[in-house]
């Protein structure tokens, strides 16, 4: 039997040097005249072990090396990795490794233990369960399940999955389309690229899934410029999964056709709207449409459209092979299922934690992300992107759930998680947040297109000390008419972390510190 | 070697300008739905920038009118409006980046390359720009060069860059 060693091709692998890595070891075994197989497979998720090795020994078992350096690597092969032998950068198992033996991996269950783009490694380890399942009950049972998994759409706005795909069904049959929002915007968020990385069938899957559930004939992931990687590996899978009759006409030898292709963004982070996207796909400017009508009743090209996140589709073909009650049994509230958290910024253990609903603020941050890396405390953390809130540790009881973030003011939004150290300055923070809108905003409304570059203007005036107390009155006011005088998000929420930085951290814009409002 | 993915992010030499390869390439891609930004892709991904003289042919051979392509051209901040420097160096801004320290990175990025952002050096060597987000913000300070990503920037990989910069 060949050996066979993994060394990921994720792209923050591949940027912590893991192209390097695999190279030298081709290098080293073709000099040592050895034949080892290299596989490339997604990550792991520990982002502190990048590049981590994995080989399988003679006895069938798999460890791991991290992080590897390309100069590592003679003396690991020397010292007996093949034979997963012990050294410095030993891991054992490392499904064994507390981060990663405490996950929940429905989402992620083969992100990183298969080659990504290789259709037998997929099917070898339950690939198309979902799909087969899905052609066996028929299209209304399938909106049923995805409906009583409780699933909502991971994208941040967490709208029933179930409900939008009922609303495209129950549509006269004709032209529909099945649109996956690839876009990622979010600062610390990189799921979506980790499942479009290390298991891009999932994803095709899923989409699949959802052409059968709805009467969508047609599919297309919407990815952001910024994902090279994550474009190669989908377009690579989609022609593999077309190859062999996944998709096409009458896929998997059923009555369905369902095809997809893979188009990608520009540079704009509004194109993550939906119907910004939408008129994206269709060649224009990314513009805001007002709603109604909804893209479940006039999407793309006017026609019914299901648009959901990445994950939410990579979702479906768990829920559709194991069941919904297996996906709805774990979770917190009506927050179902289990959510990929994304630990970023100044953090020891970085990565990814697929966990059900429930777990606290405070967890994920000391205990599973072990806090900064620096050594500094944490002093804040930016949770849902650049239109979430910052929590002060005083709110890290909060249960990672849509509506105890709400409650405090906050949203989980696509579940990415920033950690600041105490050097952080909260105005600059609040300043970025209204720089970011008005760099990104799409222009269609007064409140965000000048309401943000006013913000900014007020914000420098509050950091330089000019009449303090006034400016930050202007500044809630303008917060004020943007939260509600805006057509989408962006310039709707961006006053979240603005705001909240003011409420949780006063003494940064030259307030004194208050004590927290009692709830 | 040959599973997974792999994305070169060598850099290509781009040809000039050609009004009749632009619009092979245009004819190419026009049986596509939508295919505005696909265009629009591939001209730069061609020329290294979209050509003025192209968003005519553009709106021609898709029954638009010029307004219409020059407006979707100009919203996105991807696409280039004259040819970029010899080498691309991209520097996440973002929050997550921050967090790790990436305000100091990022201004000696702009020191060792003696560019500012948004910019392209008076020799043509560089372009300097932020970019928001690299999705690497688990191993951040993020950067994109020639289409190659880091990770963890630190002072070493800068003068790595400064190097390659030089080349
Ligand atoms: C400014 C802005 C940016 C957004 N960016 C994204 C994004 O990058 N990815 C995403 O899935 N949803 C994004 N959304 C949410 C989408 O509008 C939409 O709710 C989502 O695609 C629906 O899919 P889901 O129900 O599966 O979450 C964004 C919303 C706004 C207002
Ligand atoms: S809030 Fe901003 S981004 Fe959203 S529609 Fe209005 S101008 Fe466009
Ligand atoms: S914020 Fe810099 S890579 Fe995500």
Known sequence: MTARIYVPCDAAAVALGADKVAKAFADAFAARGLDVQIVRNGSRGMFWLEPLVEVVTPFGRRVGYGPVKPRDVDALIDGGLLEGRGGPLYLDNVEKIPFFAKQERFTFKRVGLTDPVSLDDYLAHGGYKGLERAIAIGPSETVEQVFESGLRGRGGAGFPTGIKWRTVAACAPGKKYIVCNADEGDSGTFADRMIMEGDPFQ??????????????????????????????????????????????????GSE??????IRVGAGAYVCGEETSLLESLEGRRGLVRAKPPLPAHKGLFGKPTVINNVISL???????????????DVGF?????????????NVKHGGLYEIAFGVTLGELVEE????????????????GGPLGAYFPRELFDTPFD????????GLIGHGGIVIFDDSVDMAKQARFAMEFCSVESCGKCTPCRIGSTRGVEVMDKIIAGVEREKNLTILEDLSNTMKFGSLCALGGFTPYPVMSALTHFPEDFGRGSVPMAAE | MTTGHIVSGSRHAHEAWSPTRG??????????EGATLPILHALQETFGYVPQDAIPLIADAMNLSRAEVHGTFTFYHDFRHEPAGKHVVKICVAEACQAAGGHVTSAKVGEALDCAYGETRADGQVTLEPIYCL????????????????????????????AEVRS
């Open chain 1, 203 to 252: 994803l095709i899957e899923g989409m699949t899934i959802a052409g059968v559930a709805v009467g969508a004939d047609k599919g297309y992931v919407y990815c952001r410029s910024e994902y090279p990687h994550a474009v190669a590996a989908m377009n690579k899978a989609v022609a593999a999964a077309r190859k062999a009759g996944y998709l096409g006409s009458r896929i998997a």
């Open chain 1, 256 to 261: 369905y056709d369902f095809d997809m292709e």
């Open chain 1, 314 to 328: 990579a979702s479906v073909p768990f829920i559709m092979a194991e069941g919904a009650k297996a996906y709805a």
């Open chain 1, 333 to 345: 509230g009506r927050s179902r299922g289990t959510m990929p958290i994304q630990l970023a910024g």
């Open chain 1, 368 to 383: 599973v992300g072990g806090g900064t890396f620096t050594g500094r405390p944490v002093r804040a953390v930016q949770v």
């Open chain 1, 402 to 409: 849509y509506e105890a973030f709400a409650k405090k003011d």
């Open chain 2, 23 to 32: 619009r092979e390439i245009i004819a190419d891609h026009l049986p596509l």
């Open chain 2, 135 to 162: 999705g690497l913000c688990a191993c951040a300070p993020a950067a994109m060069v020639n289409g190659r990503l880091i990770g963890r920037l630190d002072d070493e990989a800068i003068d790595e860059i400064a």
